[in-house]
């Protein structure tokens, strides 16, 4: 993990840190945000397979599983993106919606039990008028030993000044 990561997330990142629920016009390039670890279970990827038809026996049966390349049941790398969108604070306030996930690479399995977080690296900004921007963040997700199982750049649609503005009257259809 960088240093600005580490700092990110323990709170000493100061002005460094990515905020959530920062103004569009007060983020900078290479602010970095740390999330929260969260355990991927059992029932969660059963969830997942029913959810998504994926009966792939790598991920539900074990012993299908054993004889895997992995050695065991994994969760499915759209899982673990899934649950990296949950780790990730977006203040609705902000963040409008999810505009474009991209060049995801799934770089290591995720196995039941495994915790993972997520380090979002601000990488890009665009005002699109007074009221929008639009974000570029790198996300790495890790496991509980810090290596990379996945990364993804993501654009997310910003809300620029004040936040008490519902979305419909920004003519977003939201």
């Known amino acids: 993990m960088s240093d600005l990561a580490s700092r990110a997330h323990d709170g000493r990142a100061g002005e460094s ?22 355990a991927v279970s059992e029932a969660e990827v059963i969830a997942f397979c029913t959810l998504t038809g994926d009966w ?14 992995f050695g065991e049941r994994v969760a499915h790398g759209m899982l673990i993106l899934s649950l990296a969108v ?22 290591r399995p995720v196995r039941l039990g495994d915790v993972i977080d997520v380090e979002a690296t601000l990488t890009g900004r665009r005002p699109l ?30 809300r620029r000044g004040a936040t008490d503005t519902p ?8």
């Open 56 to 69: 792939h026996p790598v991920h539900h049966d074990p012993e299908w599983a054993a004889r895997s390349i």
């Open 167 to 174: 979305a419909a009257s920004l003519g977003l259809g939201l």
């Open 129 to 158: 008028d007074e009221r929008l921007g639009l974000v570029e963040l790198r996300w790495r997700i890790r496991n509980q030993d810090g290596a990379l199982v996945c990364r993804a750049d993501v654009l997310v649609l910003w």
């Open 17 to 38: 840190s990515l905020q959530p629920s920062a103004d569009f016009d007060d983020l900078v390039l290479g602010q970095c945000f740390r999330s929260g670890g969260r």
């Open 86 to 107: 949950g780790l990730v604070p977006l203040d609705p306030a902000r963040v409008l919606a999810l505009r474009r996930v991209s060049d995801v690479v799934f770089k």
